[in-house]
């Protein structure tokens, strides 16, 4: 059973940095789609950035130029560097995955992702 955790949330000021993280486990070896999803109050759910086995990777236009994901798969890790914090980025942010496939699109859809993360808290304060 895939299991995805989550770390690294917290409460900033706007302009500062935080980096999240997920480790997979209890998956099988070979392709895979990871991806960050955040989720503000009374909003719906929206991708952020996404990057696949290959190390191909899909960001969202609201954060382009701010955030970055990386992986180290000898920790089974995935990241999201988060620079310039803005108040907007306030949410609950998940970690997805599906396995045995690529990354689709432009961006993967939430409904590609088979698995997820609890999530975790990021506040941004102006």
């Known amino acids: 059973q895939v299991k995805l955790v989550e770390s690294g949330g917290g409460s900033v000021q706007a302009g500062g940095s935080l980096r999240l993280s997920c480790v997979a486990s209890?998956?099988?070896?070979?392709?895979?789609?990871m991806g960050w999803f955040r989720q503000a109050p009374g909003k719906e759910r929206e991708g952020v950035a996404a990057?696949?086995?290959?190390?191909?990777?899909s960001l969202a236009d609201s954060v382009k130029g701010r955030f970055t994901i990386f992986q180290d798969k000898a920790k089974d890790t995935v990241y999201l560097q988060m620079n310039s914090l803005k108040p907007e980025d306030t949410a609950m942010y998940y970690c997805?995955?599906?396995?045995?496939?690529?990354?689709?699109?432009?961006?993967?859809?939430?409904?590609?992702?088979?698995?997820w993360g609890q999530g975790t808290q990021v506040t941004v304060s102006s």
């Open positions: 997805a995955a599906e396995f045995g496939t690529y990354c689709s699109g432009a961006f993967p859809d939430e409904a590609d992702f088979g698995s």
């Open positions: 990057l696949d086995r290959d190390d191909s990777v």
């Open positions: 209890g998956y099988t070896s070979g392709n895979y789609c």
